[in-house]
């Protein structure tokens, strides 16, 4: 049974940085070394759910929409259980709930319906 849970969330001022995480409970070493398809995505009132980062366990790769490439980072540190979201240089635009998510092997792409396991989501507000 997977599990995510998201933290890190809050408010800061236009220019600044927050730095999200997302713990990960349900996969197992062999999973990880085959290949999870991490993300994150994010939802304003009103719009729909759109990623603004995803990871591959399997060899490391990365991919960021124009919206978030230069200022958005998503990382998995030493411990295979967290991922990471670096955001710097927010603006208002950003202001969003920012949802993690997973799914065992590929295609490993930010289109929603791919995803089966979702946090519960963490609330960012830029002003």
């Known amino acids: 049974h997977v599990q995510l849970v998201e933290s890190g969330g809050g408010s800061v001022q236009a220019g600044g940085s927050l730095k999200l995480s997302c713990g990960v409970s349900g996969y197992t070493y062999s999973d990880f070394a085959s290949g999870v398809c991490m993300a994150w995505f994010r939802q304003a009132p009103g719009k729909e759910r759109e990623g603004v980062a995803i990871i591959y366990t399997y060899g490391g790769t990365t991919y960021y929409p124009d919206s978030a490439n230069g200022r958005f980072t998503i990382s998995q540190p030493n411990s295979k259980n967290v991922v990471s979201l670096q955001m710097d240089s927010l603006k208002p635009d950003d202001t969003a709930i920012y949802y993690c998510?997973?799914?065992?092997?590929?295609?490993?792409?930010?289109?929603?319906?791919?995803?089966?396991?979702w946090g519960q989501g963490t609330q960012v507000t830029v002003s």
């Open positions: 998510a997973a799914r065992r092997g590929a295609p490993c792409r930010l289109r929603v319906s791919d995803f089966g396991n």
